[in-house]
């Protein structure tokens, strides 16, 4: 589900888009910060500010458990 960047949490993932297609996605880690990879494979972390891509949404997953109460 997509959220807003004021409602981002921790864990919620960043996709970055061109074009309107998802160019590269990165892990919301609170602070304007997010964790993701770059072209060397080495994880960092960055400030969002710095990735120069022309638009990012933030989107969280949630599960949802059904409780079974058959007896």
Request: aromatic share 12%; glycine share 10%.
């Amino acid at each position: 589900m997509e959220v807003s960047g004021n409602e981002a949490e921790k864990g919620d993932v960043i996709a970055f888009f061109r074009h309107g297609l998802i160019f590269h996605v990165g892990v919301y880690l609170g602070r304007g910060e997010m964790l993701h990879t770059g072209l060397n494979r080495h994880a960092r972390v960055e400030k969002i500010k710095s990735m120069q891509f022309v638009e990012a949404k933030f989107y969280r997953y949630a599960l949802h458990y059904k409780e079974s109460h058959e007896t």
